[in-house]
């Protein structure tokens, strides 16, 4: 059985950084891509970040370029997100989820519905 796990989310001031760190463990993944989405009370699921080793390459969201870094290691099945400059409207469930295709652009990533696994979500709280 998969399993996704997330931690390090937290309480912290504007401006502050937190890092994030998921793994992902109950089969071999292949080619794969991981990522990142937040959910905010009331609002839909969007994507934050994600990284295809595949492709060789990682993704963002326009609202997290230059703030967020995803970074990862495919042979242990683990991705991070070191969050920096933190704001508040960046308060919300992160989750992390796994895509087993091996192919895509940004586009096709940044689709929800490009996962296969998820995690159960982590929560940030930024306080202005």
């Known amino acids: 059985q998969v399993q996704v796990v997330e931690s390090g989310g937290g309480l912290v001031q504007a401006g502050a950084s937190l890092r994030l760190s998921c793994a992902a463990s109950?089969?071999?993944?292949?080619?794969?891509?991981m990522g990142w989405f937040r959910q905010a009370p009331g609002k839909e699921r969007e994507f934050v970040a994600a990284i295809s080793w595949s492709a060789g390459n990682t993704y963002y969201a326009n609202s997290v370029k230059g703030r967020f870094t995803i970074s990862g290691d495919n042979t242990r099945n683990t991705v991070s997100l070191q969050m920096n400059s933190l704001k508040p409207e960046d308060t919300a469930t992160y989750y992390c989820?796994?895509?087993?295709?091996?192919?895509?652009?940004?586009?096709?990533?940044?689709?929800?519905?490009?996962?296969?696994?998820w995690g159960q979500g982590t929560q940030v709280t930024v306080s202005s």
């Open positions: 989820a796994v895509s087993t295709y091996g192919s895509g652009d940004y586009y096709f990533y940044r689709n929800p519905r490009t996962y296969d696994y």
């Open positions: 109950g089969r071999t993944f292949g080619h794969y891509t």
